[in-house]
Structure formats: structure tokens, C-alpha cells
């Protein structure tokens, strides 16, 4: 059954740079049909998806964070993280890892995050 | 940021059917596939409904997903005191390049 833990500070201070690990078990990472996502959610608030990647390190990036993101992926550990730049105390939030499956159909595309790890807090304050 | 628009509350008495919708545009729910996210309290959220009407292993037929134009719903028949949560709607959206979620609804068990 795969699995994906978040890992990383929970404490980032303002303009500093926030770094996330998810761990993924169960399976590998390298699958050439999935791509690998990360999804915020502020407290009390809806979910915003950030990116996702594959293993092969091709991205898809939500434009309004593109400039401050960056998404890698490192298939040796079974891993991908996630840098966020610049942060202030709007990227407050539990961010979430999740596989992202991405289908590309004459009829649209379909997409869903499956399975979810547990999330992590990270406070932006000084 | 632009959201796919669900009402910001439902509820409903036990064995009860209720339905959630979600209103989005031509460049998601009107040209791709929509999924739904359960929440339950303090938890990650849950694959519920995927390629708009389909259930993943292990979820209950109770839930059931329809989309039509640019909208689409939610169905749980058979409300149970567990199916209190927050149901989120997605869609990939042309624009961005991505998944677009709706606001979320709270749904709650009377």
C-alpha cells in the first residue's frame, strides 16, 4: 500500500526560504504514469495545489506561486520536495503531499490526488 | 485565486439523500473531468469520487458523482453521522495547467 509522509521545518521566519521532503513507501516513485503534487491549505481555509512533478522531473507549477516554487524529485530515496521562497505569513498552512495521476483523454483531462500523506504545519513567523 | 464555487454549507438528518454542487467554467468542469475530496475533522483529505462518477475501492455506494456542462454534484444517500466533513470538488483547469478546488462544503449530520 503506498504511503507518502511530509517532512520539514515547522517554523519558517519571513523571507526565508520553506523546504519540504515527502518520503514515499509502498511503491516507486519512479512510475513513468504518475506525477507527485503538493497541496496547501491555510488554517481554516480551502486547498490551493502548488505543483506536481514526475520522475522523470517534468513540472506543472500553479502560476500564481511558479515564481517563488521550485518542485525536485530525487528517485535514488524514493523522494520529491518542495522550496518555497520568500515566504510570508500567507504561506502559513498544512501542506500536503500526494501522487497525482494525470490523463491526457480526447474527451479532457482527468486528474486525482491518491493517496494523501497525513500534512505538515508550517508557521511563517519571526 | 479563482475557485470552483460550492455552497459553503449543507446538512441533513440520518438516512437522508443530500447533494453538493459545483459550478466552474469551460476551461475545467466544462472541458475535463471532475473529482471529489471527504475531509473528516483533523485529517488529510480522501479520494471520494474520480473521473466525475467513478468510486475508488473502498468507498461507499452511497457516494455518487454527476457532471453536467459546467457544473457537477455530489450525492450521499443514506446520510450517516460519519459522512459529517468537508467535500471538496477539482477539476484540472486549461489555464492553469492544474487542478482547481472548490471553496468546500461543510457538511453537517443533524
Known amino acids: 500500500q503506498l504511503q507518502l509522509q511530509e517532512s520539514g521545518p515547522g517554523l519558517v521566519k519571513p523571507s526565508e526560504t520553506l523546504s519540504l521532503t515527502c518520503t514515499v513507501s509502498?511503491?516507486?516513485?519512479?512510475?513513468?504514469?504518475?506525477?507527485w503534487g503538493w497541496i496547501r491549505q491555510p488554517p481554516g481555509k480551502g486547498l490551493e495545489w502548488i505543483g506536481s512533478i514526475s520522475y522523470s522531473g517534468s513540472t506543472y507549477y500553479n502560476p500564481s506561486l511558479k515564481s517563488r516554487v521550485t518542485i525536485s524529485v530525487d528517485t535514488s530515496n524514493n523522494q520529491f520536495s518542495l522550496r518555497l521562497s520568500s515566504v510570508t505569513a500567507a504561506d502559513t498552512a498544512v501542506y500536503y503531499c500526494?501522487?497525482?495521476?494525470?490523463?491526457?483523454?480526447?474527451?479532457?483531462?482527468?486528474?486525482?490526488?491518491?493517496?494523501w500523506g497525513q500534512g505538515t504545519l508550517v508557521t511563517v513567523s519571526s | 485565486q479563482s475557485v470552483l464555487t460550492q455552497p459553503p454549507s449543507a446538512s441533513g438528518t440520518p438516512g437522508q439523500r443530500v447533494t453538493i454542487s459545483c459550478s466552474g467554467s469551460?476551461?475545467?468542469?466544462?472541458?475535463?473531468?471532475v473529482c471529489w475530496y471527504q475531509q473528516l475533522p483533523g485529517t488529510a483529505p480522501k479520494l471520494l469520487i474520480y473521473?466525475?462518477?467513478q468510486r475508488p475501492s473502498g468507498v461507499p455506494d452511497r457516494f455518487s458523482g454527476s457532471k453536467s456542462g459546467t457544473s457537477a454534484s455530489l450525492a450521499i444517500s443514506g446520510l450517516r453521522s460519519e459522512d459529517e466533513a468537508d467535500y471538496y470538488c477539482?477539476?484540472?483547469?486549461?489555464?492553469?495547467?492544474?487542478?482547481?478546488f472548490g471553496g468546500g462544503t461543510k457538511l453537517t449530520v443533524l
Open positions: 469551460s476551461s475545467n468542469i466544462g472541458s475535463n473531468y
Open positions: 500526494a501522487r497525482h495521476t494525470i490523463r491526457m483523454a480526447t474527451a479532457g483531462t482527468l486528474d486525482w490526488l491518491d493517496p
Open positions: 473521473r466525475s462518477n
Open positions: 509502498g511503491g516507486s516513485i519512479s512510475s513513468s504514469s504518475n506525477y
Open positions: 477539482a477539476a484540472w483547469d486549461d489555464r492553469l495547467s492544474g487542478p482547481l
